[in-house]
């Protein structure tokens, strides 16, 4: 079980954060039966092998699968139709003079005339409501076996909580039986174990969600009558951080947001990131630097494929991912190239100087034919490992199916193609 959830607070505290998701992570009805698709034939076709399961092979497919992710929202941020690069070249691209504190992207209309640009000042982030509860000595058996109960308020929902104390618990098993049954209960909240200096444990509750609106006292709020003690007792019947809105100003203008993702205008989509009290421009970029952008964020895509793929190699001395995504831009190294892409050690780097000057020159065409290559052979490498992470790790064959006589395995890779966790979860 130590194993189960030291991979499970590993995907939690590397990619479970807000800030991870994009609007990309939403898909069509036909983009999801495709993938199954894919999944249900690459499974048909799929050996029977063994593999040596441990937390660095679970490790590499939960970092494979997630850049994998990132590098195909990458390239759907640039589709525009059925256009390719061309389509990142005429299109708006928003800019901030400071990506640290307001982070922009511009989901207005191409074609309409609106807001050119505007300043923002961040004053204050929206903030969410946290309980730290009471430090307990982590080896201590303060709970007496029986029941324990609470109940959790919402702003619109109320849940109840019941779970067992046995016989020889300790604190932080209590403890860590309230955080696991919080987490997977999807109420919105992010409960954890905090550890302090001396070793003594408390339960860290945190909502998702930021901000309270005129109406509400709090996020969240727990208290018990048949457990009151033991409540008490766990600390986690008091507000320790209240939730708090975002504060700023949109040209001088005093705003309030309960989220720190929020629109202007249903033009601007801006995400606050910092407060720093001092003027960001928020406004459109010039064609060529909007292009470059969008190359750098594919190559920062293509060169974490390789990352992952060299660090598994020296963990478990698998090439098969670096040897597969290197071999992809190994194949138009003359082509990148003649537009600013030069590859070093098998990682990419771009020269935004000379990727301009084959945009403004008679060769525009032929950048924007390299460009669109390089960026579907990377759509290649992401959907593989997106579909069978497992092709690039060591195991053992163990019988290949008849080829004229394959059948259907729906669930075979469906741990790592699509929990990506350890099935005893």
Same mark, same amino acid.
């Given at each position: 079980?130590? !194993?189960?959830?030291?991979?499970?607070?590993?995907?939690?505290?590397?990619?479970? /954060?807000?800030?991870?998701?994009?609007?990309?992570?939403s898909?069509?009805?036909?983009?999801?039966?495709?993938?199954?698709?894919?999944?249900?034939k690459?499974?048909?076709?799929s050996?029977?092998?063994?593999?040596?399961? @441990?937390?660095?092979?679970?490790?590499?497919?939960?970092?494979?699968?997630?850049?994998?992710? @990132?590098a195909?929202?990458?390239?759907?941020?640039?589709?525009?139709?059925?256009?390719?690069?061309?389509?990142?070249?005429?299109?708006?691209?928003?800019?901030s003079?400071?990506?640290?504190?307001?982070?922009?992207?511009?989901?207005g209309?191409?074609?309409?005339?609106?807001?050119?640009? +505007?300043?923002? @000042?961040?004053?204050?982030?929206a903030?969410?409501?946290?309980?730290i509860?009471?430090?307990?000595?982590?080896?201590?058996?303060?709970?007496?076996?029986?029941?324990?109960s609470?109940?959790?308020?919402?702003? @619109?929902?109320?849940?109840?909580?019941?779970?067992?104390i046995?016989?020889?618990?300790?604190?932080?098993?209590?403890?860590?039986?309230?955080?696991?049954?919080?987490?997977?209960?999807?109420?919105g909240?992010?409960?954890?174990?905090?550890?302090n200096? /001396?070793?003594?444990?408390?339960?860290?509750?945190?909502?998702?969600?930021?901000g309270?609106?005129?109406?509400?006292?709090?996020?969240?709020?727990?208290?018990?009558n048949?457990?009151?003690?033991?409540?008490?007792?766990?600390?986690?019947?008091?507000i320790?951080?209240?939730?708090?809105?975002?504060?700023?100003?949109?040209?001088?203008?005093?705003?309030?947001?309960?989220?720190?993702?929020?629109?202007?205008?249903?033009?601007?989509?801006?995400?606050?990131?910092? !407060?720093?009290?001092?003027?960001?421009?928020?406004?459109?970029? !010039?064609?060529?630097?909007?292009?470059?952008?969008?190359?750098? /964020?594919?190559?920062?895509a +293509?060169?974490?494929?390789?990352?992952?793929g060299?660090?598994y190699?020296?963990?478990?001395?698998?090439?098969?991912?670096?040897?597969?995504?290197?071999?992809?831009?190994?194949?138009?190294?003359?082509?990148?190239?003649?537009?600013?892409?030069?590859?070093?050690?098998?990682?990419?780097?771009?020269?935004r100087?000379?990727?301009?000057? !084959?945009?403004?020159?008679?060769?525009?065409?032929?950048?924007?034919?390299?460009?669109?290559?390089?960026?579907?052979?990377?759509s290649?490498?992401?959907?593989?490992?997106?579909?069978?992470?497992?092709?690039?790790?060591?195991?053992?064959?163990?019988?290949?199916?008849?080829?004229g006589r394959? +059948?259907?395995?729906?669930?075979?890779?469906?741990?790592y193609?699509?929990?990506?966790?350890?099935r005893?979860?």
């Amino acid at each position: 079980m130590s !194993a189960i959830d030291t991979i499970y607070n590993y995907y939690l505290t590397t990619y479970g /954060k807000a800030s991870q998701s994009s609007r990309y992570d939403s898909h069509k009805r036909s983009e999801l039966r495709d993938t199954y698709n894919r999944i249900v034939k690459t499974n048909k076709e799929s050996p029977l092998y063994k593999i040596n399961l @441990n937390n660095d092979l679970e490790k590499f497919v939960i970092d494979l699968k997630e850049e994998a992710r @990132n590098a195909k929202n990458v390239i759907s941020s640039m589709a525009l139709g059925d256009r390719g690069m061309e389509a990142v070249y005429d299109r708006k691209i928003a800019y901030s003079s400071d990506e640290d504190a307001v982070g922009v992207e511009y989901i207005g209309q191409d074609d309409t005339n609106g807001t050119d640009h +505007f300043t923002i @000042n961040v004053d204050r982030l929206a903030g969410p409501q946290v309980t730290i509860g009471n430090y307990l000595r982590m080896n201590d058996s303060d709970f007496k076996p029986g029941s324990l109960s609470f109940d959790l308020s919402r702003p @619109n929902n109320s849940y109840e909580f019941q779970l067992d104390i046995e016989d020889g618990d300790t604190d932080y098993d209590v403890q860590n039986k309230i955080v696991r049954l919080m987490n997977r209960s999807n109420v919105g909240l992010a409960a954890s174990i905090d550890v302090n200096s /001396k070793g003594e444990s408390a339960i860290r509750i945190e909502s998702r969600q930021t901000g309270l609106s005129d109406n509400e006292k709090y996020l969240f709020k727990i208290d018990s009558n048949s457990s009151a003690d033991d409540i008490r007792r766990l600390g986690i019947d008091e507000i320790t951080i209240p939730a708090e809105n975002a504060s700023f100003t949109l040209n001088g203008k005093a705003h309030k947001a309960l989220s720190n993702e929020f629109t202007v205008n249903n033009e601007f989509d801006l995400t606050l990131r910092a !407060a720093g009290g001092k003027d960001v421009t928020v406004g459109f970029k !010039a064609n060529a630097d909007a292009v470059g952008d969008s190359v750098s /964020k594919m190559i920062n895509a +293509f060169n974490s494929l390789i990352n992952v793929g060299k660090s598994y190699e020296s963990v478990n001395g698998s090439k098969r991912l670096l040897n597969e995504v290197v071999h992809a831009a190994g194949s138009m190294r003359s082509d990148l190239s003649k537009v600013g892409i030069k590859e070093d050690n098998g990682l990419l780097s771009l020269d935004r100087n000379k990727l301009s000057d !084959a945009l403004s020159g008679d060769g525009r065409e032929e950048t924007f034919r390299i460009l669109n290559k390089f960026k579907n052979q990377l759509s290649k490498e992401a959907d593989r490992a997106s579909i069978d992470p497992m092709r690039y790790v060591n195991k053992l064959i163990v019988e290949y199916k008849n080829p004229g006589r394959t +059948f259907n395995a729906p669930y075979a890779s469906s741990i790592y193609a699509g929990m990506i966790i350890s099935r005893a979860l």
